[in-house]
């Protein structure tokens, strides 16, 4: 049974997060962890730099056929970049 001030320790985090309006900071923190996590190792390791800017992010690749292939799968990339946030953050994707 769960009582009405019980909660886990994520749904907590989001709940500080949110009444301190501090989400989309932490978010725009955590978005290389959390590219390289979503990625895969590959590509993480041709990521020279991500960064989020006005729902825009735009990650720096270093080789060429990693980022021809990113630039074909960004809509894909986009997708399970807002699957691991948690919500629809990045509409757009620059590779560099």
Request: charged fraction near 25%.
């Amino acid at each position: 049974m769960k009582f009405h001030n019980e909660y886990t320790i994520g749904e907590a985090i989001n709940l500080f997060l949110n009444e301190y309006k501090i989400k989309k900071d932490y978010q725009k923190m955590q978005i290389g962890k959390t590219w390289r996590k979503a990625m895969g190792q590959v590509i993480a390791q041709y990521t020279s730099k991500v960064i989020l800017k006005d729902h825009t992010l735009i990650v720096y690749i270093t080789h060429p056929i990693v980022k021809h292939d990113l630039l074909y799968n960004r809509h894909k990339a986009i997708a399970i970049m807002n699957e691991q946030l948690g919500n629809n953050l990045i509409q757009t994707l620059e590779i560099k």
